[in-house]
């Protein structure tokens, strides 16, 4: 009898979140489970090819989740700086609520296992394009010229990445609003620049 649907989902949320505490080398497939409550063969129903698989999975799964974020902050925000604003401070908050446990699940996989897994490699190159075409997409909207929008979007995304490592270590949500709010100052020179044009 094949295992329920929803362990599958199980299995994926938790490894997502040793992950993101522990890094992928770090975490067991017995502290997945275990963090599941799923039982040992649903794990290898739904991830035949393992550890990897479940890895690629988290990384499409955190993708996933931050676009959707990213997505619904684009429709209440009315500039891409105040996106960029807005999930800086919320990103921040839930890392201090973490007291700097968590960090980025798909940052930390992708470190470990990138290049040289394609399955992940293709997921996280998938969600940083999801991100980034929200964010280039929202200065497009603006007046800002394509090309202008894209590099500005990959900046964007490379700065987050950044400034989530730096707060971890410095233990302190400073980093994220600091960094966030440099880049979005740029969104709207941008913006203001290309609206003038």
């Not at 129903?45 to 988290?58: A, C, D, L, N, W």
């Not at 925000?77 to 609520?97: H, I, N």
């Not at 973490?98 to 798909?106: T, V």
Request: charged fraction near 25%; hydrophobic fraction near 45%; avoid cysteine.
């Amino acid at each position: 009898m094949p295992a329920p649907a929803k362990h599958r989902e199980a299995i994926v949320r938790a490894a997502a979140t040793l992950f993101r505490q522990k890094g992928y080398a770090a975490t067991g497939l017995n502290e997945i489970l275990a963090a599941s409550g799923a039982p040992k063969g649903s794990l290898y129903h739904y991830f035949p090819r393992g550890k990897t698989q479940i890895g690629e999975e988290v990384v499409r799964h955190a993708g996933g989740v931050v676009a959707r974020t990213l997505r619904d902050l684009a429709e209440r925000e009315p500039s891409p700086a105040m996106l960029l604003r807005a999930y800086a401070r919320m990103v921040g908050g839930w890392m201090a609520d973490s007291d700097f446990r968590d960090g980025s699940p798909l940052t930390t996989t992708l470190l470990e296992l990138a290049p040289q897994e394609p399955g992940v490699t293709t997921a996280g190159r998938e969600a940083f394009a999801a991100w980034s075409a929200l964010i280039e997409d929202a200065l497009i909207v603006a007046a800002v010229p394509p090309s202008r929008a894209r590099r500005l979007a990959g900046l964007a995304l490379a700065a987050l990445e950044g400034s989530l490592v730096r707060a971890r270590v410095e233990q302190d949500s400073r980093p994220i609003i600091e960094v966030m709010d440099e880049v979005a100052d740029l969104l709207d020179a941008a913006v203001s620049g290309a609206q003038r044009a």
